[in-house]
């Protein structure tokens, strides 16, 4: 199916352009106006609604060439955004800008043995800080994101991670922030949309799976963010590779997730899960590993592949971004992973000509992984009412 020309829809062009400015972070017009096949005068009207509507401002910059533009058009500072994050270890909540950069941050220790009653109650305080945040500076919000690890992709009810009624948690939000657009995602859709609007020389601009292995292993569609199901939630980490294996809190034993989830890595390492949270990104250096746990790493790696593999088989892509625990490793360990992806049959890096890729964790820097998600929001209805429907 050939892409259109151009956005059909008023809606859609002004998606694109700024869906194009958050993943760039600011563009001259003449590559803008290629970027969203647009004529540079079309380009220009839709530019002046946006400036006055306070969602760009164009700033001077030095020009890139003899002759060339001197107007960055970027977006505008002043739009501010509420981020709400679940994870294992607290609620975050927080107010920033499309940009990334955060004004106010909270965060809730979550329970030892989470309930959906204590998370429901956690919830409510979260957000009774962020309204009396928002209110005691007369700040208007532009959106909501919340992220919650385990969202399935076409209920709000089921999260089997941790224990929460979504349908409360969303009944709670409108009535505090009644005018606020307001969405929900899984984590993993989350941190793909941090790292393809926050990560520097983030490597794939096209249509990729992002792989997220974490607490729970998942991945992400990435597809053109001006399509309506731009991020697509995979639940790839409940592969059963053997029967006999761990347990798993899906229910069955020896999934994927059971051997390369974090808690499966601190019981390998011989630490607590807490212990390995408390040191992030430097366990890599602070737990000496022997040789007969790095071999048991590379083969949990190398199953961790496979579940990729089949993920590809499934819906072909050019590209796989993998963040979480294995991208601190050396190449050497991470390599089982790529090796676990070439055994699949029907693809494999050769036949598929798949592009793998590493990208750092971005675990622990909650809520900015809400906040993007936030951001892609707004940017991807045109920054339009969430009702409306206006076509060109």
Same mark, same amino acid.
């Given at each position: 199916?050939?892409?259109?020309?151009?956005?059909?829809?008023?809606?859609?062009?002004?998606?694109?352009?700024?869906?194009?400015?958050?993943?760039?972070? +600011?563009?001259?017009?003449?590559?803008?106006?290629?970027?969203?096949?647009?004529?540079?005068?079309?380009?220009?009207?839709?530019?002046?609604?946006?400036?006055?509507?306070?969602?760009?401002?164009?700033?001077?910059?030095?020009?890139?060439?003899?002759?060339?533009?001197?107007?960055?058009?970027?977006?505008? =500072?002043?739009?501010?955004?509420?981020?709400?994050?679940?994870?294992?270890?607290?609620?975050?909540?927080?107010?920033?800008?499309?940009?990334?950069?955060?004004?106010?941050?909270?965060?809730?220790?979550?329970?030892?043995?989470?309930?959906?009653?204590?998370?429901?109650?956690? #919830?409510?305080?979260?957000?009774?800080?962020?309204?009396?945040?928002?209110?005691?500076?007369? @700040?208007?919000?532009?959106?909501?994101?919340?992220?919650?690890?385990?969202?399935?992709?076409?209920?709000?009810?089921?999260?089997?991670? @941790?224990?929460?009624?979504?349908?409360?948690?969303?009944?709670?939000?409108?009535?505090?922030?009644?005018?606020?657009?307001?969405?929900?995602? !899984?984590?993993?859709?989350?941190?793909?949309?941090?790292?393809?609007?926050?990560?520097?020389?983030?490597?794939?601009?096209?249509?990729?799976?992002?792989?997220?292995? =974490?607490?729970? *292993?998942?991945?992400?569609?990435?597809?053109?963010?001006?399509?309506?199901?731009?991020?697509?939630?995979?639940?790839?980490?409940?592969?059963?590779?053997?029967?006999? +294996?761990?347990?798993?809190?899906?229910?069955?034993?020896?999934?994927?997730?059971?051997?390369?989830?974090?808690?499966?890595?601190?019981?390998?390492?011989?630490?607590?899960?807490?212990?390995?949270?408390?040191?992030?990104?430097?366990?890599?250096?602070?737990?000496?590993?022997?040789?007969?746990?790095?071999?048991?790493?590379?083969?949990?790696?190398?199953?961790?592949?496979?579940?990729?593999?089949?993920?590809? !088989?499934?819906?072909?892509?050019?590209?796989?971004?993998?963040?979480?625990?294995?991208?601190?490793?050396?190449?050497?360990?991470?390599?089982?992973? *790529?090796?676990?992806?070439?055994?699949?049959?029907?693809? +494999?890096?050769?036949?598929?000509?798949?592009? @793998?890729?590493?990208?750092?964790?971005?675990?622990? !820097?909650?809520?900015?992984?809400?906040?993007?998600?936030?951001? #892609?929001?707004?940017?991807?209805?045109?920054?339009?009412?969430?009702?409306?429907?206006?076509?060109?």
């Amino acid at each position: 199916m050939e892409m259109p020309e151009q956005p059909r829809s008023r809606r859609q062009t002004r998606a694109a352009i700024l869906t194009h400015l958050l993943q760039s972070g +600011g563009s001259f017009r003449p590559p803008l106006a290629k970027a969203v096949r647009l004529s540079e005068p079309s380009l220009s009207r839709i530019l002046f609604d946006l400036k006055t509507e306070g969602l760009i401002e164009e700033v001077r910059r030095p020009a890139p060439y003899v002759g060339g533009p001197t107007g960055l058009v970027t977006l505008d =500072s002043s739009v501010t955004l509420a981020a709400v994050e679940l994870t294992a270890q607290w609620l975050s909540v927080g107010v920033g800008g499309l940009s990334g950069e955060l004004h106010y941050t909270e965060r809730l220790p979550l329970p030892k043995a989470p309930t959906v009653e204590t998370v429901g109650r956690m #919830f409510r305080e979260a957000l009774t800080l962020l309204r009396d945040w928002t209110r005691r500076r007369r @700040i208007t919000l532009s959106q909501i994101g919340i992220s919650i690890p385990g969202l399935g992709r076409l209920t709000v009810s089921g999260n089997p991670i @941790i224990p929460c009624d979504v349908g409360r948690i969303s009944g709670m939000t409108e009535q505090m922030f009644a005018d606020v657009p307001l969405e929900f995602t !899984n984590s993993v859709v989350a941190h793909a949309t941090f790292h393809r609007c926050r990560t520097q020389n983030y490597p794939f601009s096209g249509t990729h799976l992002f792989v997220f292995v =974490s607490h729970g *292993v998942a991945g992400a569609w990435m597809d053109d963010p001006a399509e309506a199901d731009a991020l697509q939630p995979v639940e790839l980490g409940h592969m059963v590779f053997g029967p006999e +294996g761990p347990p798993c809190r899906c229910g069955h034993h020896g999934c994927v997730e059971a051997f390369t989830s974090l808690p499966a890595l601190a019981e390998l390492l011989g630490v607590s899960e807490a212990e390995l949270l408390q040191l992030g990104s430097e366990w890599v250096h602070a737990i000496p590993r022997s040789t007969r746990v790095r071999q048991e790493l590379r083969r949990r790696l190398f199953r961790l592949g496979l579940a990729i593999g089949n993920t590809l !088989n499934v819906k072909p892509c050019g590209g796989v971004a993998i963040s979480g625990w294995p991208s601190l490793l050396s190449d050497d360990d991470r390599n089982a992973v *790529v090796e676990g992806i070439d055994a699949c049959l029907l693809g +494999g890096r050769t036949l598929a000509q798949v592009s @793998i890729a590493f990208v750092p964790p971005s675990t622990g !820097n909650d809520p900015q992984a809400a906040l993007a998600f936030a951001a #892609f929001c707004l940017a991807s209805r045109g920054g339009m009412p969430a009702t409306s429907t206006e076509a060109a």
